[in-house]
């Protein structure tokens, strides 16, 4: 009998101390997946919905919310997908959404006077470089008689506009217009091909206050794609080329239709491409939820800029909700390397930056930049003092916002205080363009005046 009880005492035991072992482990396995807010702010708008299209420099969107950033920050945030940029504009200003991914000229153009106008405000540069140039089979066939090449047999890059002369003047003499698209008309795209080709004495066209289409005297007719349909209207054949952002050059490569002949990495070294944006309504009503926010993604940069990160990265973008491309298309670019002519692999470690060269810092003089080109072609139509420039885009672009978060991460030894720079808003005058001309922010008037194509002041 005493044998009995000690076997059921036993026994009983036994089953205690599994049952509290599971308890232990569920609870040790609970506090390792529980999300935990670590911020210091007071979060006034804890849930948010954010936009975004499906190109690769959303990525700080994408990693911020897949590696808990925003939770952190006590933000619980949705991500959708738009179908182009004038529905992310609109439903930013609108309260549709409280954010979004969006082109650098967009809440600029918002603020200057062309297309919609309100008053939108960035606190943050989601990233350098990542577009590219690309033609059509048949245009290449054309161009790349005129270009030179290596010791290796291959092409010499940057590729300039002048190889695009011959191909124009083909299609000119069978009574074809030279086509090629753009994603946005305030987009880096339209700047950037438009540098491009007038830096060879190539027009693209001019807009007016009575033409909008910017097509006035134009050699190339350029006009407004959607990223994800770049491709397929190449094929079409409704254009002969694009400038779009990744991975929607790569994918032309993948596909066998067209070949990349620039980056915009040749165009501008290091340049500003897309941007974070908010509504200013937004940012004064509810200042600690952009910090918070701010904070995350400049925590999701750097993260894509850390050694070893990038092939997961690529795992993350290529999920449908996000850019949803293959991932050996997306690691053609994200992994440091970019494919022209098909098997001409070259390596390129900066063609996407997120966190490296002060990318998330909100510059003034990146957007300076962004209004001399609105001036060059006419979407700004009348003349501006020097000064307006600077004055405008302190309106806009907001490193204050950006400088808080960032102190705040560093005081929480997230990042280090190194990674704060010491300025005034403005980048040292640069020639880091495909035809060697300085750019210095501070002299707007005179950047305008030093090109042959484009308004003059």
Known sequence: MKTTTLKITLFASLLFAIACGEKTKKKN?????APVATSSLEIEKPQLTFGFIKLTDMAPLAIAKE????????????VEAQSNWKNILDRVIDGQLDGSHMLAGQPIAAGAGFGRQADLVTPFSMDLNGNGITVSNDVW???KPNIPTGADGKPVHPIKAETLKPAIKAYNEKGNAFKMGMVFPV???NYEIRYWLAADGIHPGMYTKENIQGQVDAEVLLS????PQMPATLEAGTIYGYCVGEPWNQQAVFKGIGVPVVTNYDIWKNNPEKVFVMTKKFVEQYPNTAVAVTKALIRAGKWLD????RSEAVK???MSQYVGADEVVLANSMTGTFEFEKGDKRSMPD???FYRYNATYPFYSDGVWFLTQMRRWGQIPDAKPAEWYGEKIKDIYRPDIWTKAAKILAAEGKIPASDIPETDGYKPATTDFIDGKTYDAKDPIGYINSFKIGNKD
């Open 141 to 143: 066939s054309m161009m």
């Open 29 to 33: 396995t609970e506090e390792k997946t």
């Open 306 to 309: 850390t050694p070893g990160n």
């Open 187 to 189: 987009s880096t795209h």
């Open 316 to 318: 993350i973008l290529s």
């Open 67 to 78: 590696k808990g950033f925003f939770e952190e920050e006590g933000l619980f945030v949705s």
């Open 351 to 353: 063609f996407n930056v």
């Open 224 to 227: 407004v794609t959607p990223p």
